[in-house]
Nanobody, 120 residues
Framework: QVQLVESGGGLVQAGGSLRLSCAAS????????MAWYRQAPGKQRELVAT???????YYPDSVKGRFTISRDNAKNTVYLQMNSLKPEESAVYYC??????????????WGQGTQVTVSS
């Protein structure tokens, strides 16, 4: 089982930057994909960025060019650098990890979320 601990959220002015971190720990064979999602009040959770174990990344158009996802495999940590933040991007940001256990089964684990508030 994988436990995720997120950090780095907070209050920032529009146009500012924040860097989120998510560290994975526990018993697992390997981590496959790491991703960030966000959920604003009254809205569905949406994908923000993904990164595979080979380093391939994906961003929706809404954040492309402003957000950068990266990972440190040695530390089992994923990062999200967010630049040029907009007030409408205020949300709880969640880390999600897909991993393989020692029985070669694939599971997903979610972090507890970290609040990002962008003031106008």
């Amino acid at each position: 089982q994988v436990q995720l601990v997120e950090s780095g959220g907070g209050l920032v002015q529009a146009g500012g930057s924040l860097r989120l971190s998510c560290a994975a720990s526990g018993s697992f064979f390997s981590i496959i994909t790491m991703a960030w999602y966000r959920q604003a009040p009254g809205k569905q959770r949406e994908l923000v960025a993904t990164i595979t174990n080979s380093g391939s990344t994906y961003y929706p158009d809404s954040v492309k060019g402003r957000f950068t996802i990266s990972r440190d495999n040695a530390k089992n940590t994923v990062y999200l650098q967010m630049n040029s933040l907009k007030p409408e991007e205020s949300a709880v940001y969640y880390c999600k990890v897909d991993y393989v256990d020692y029985k070669q089964s694939v599971f997903s684990s979610w972090g507890q979320g970290t609040q990002v508030t962008v003031s106008s």
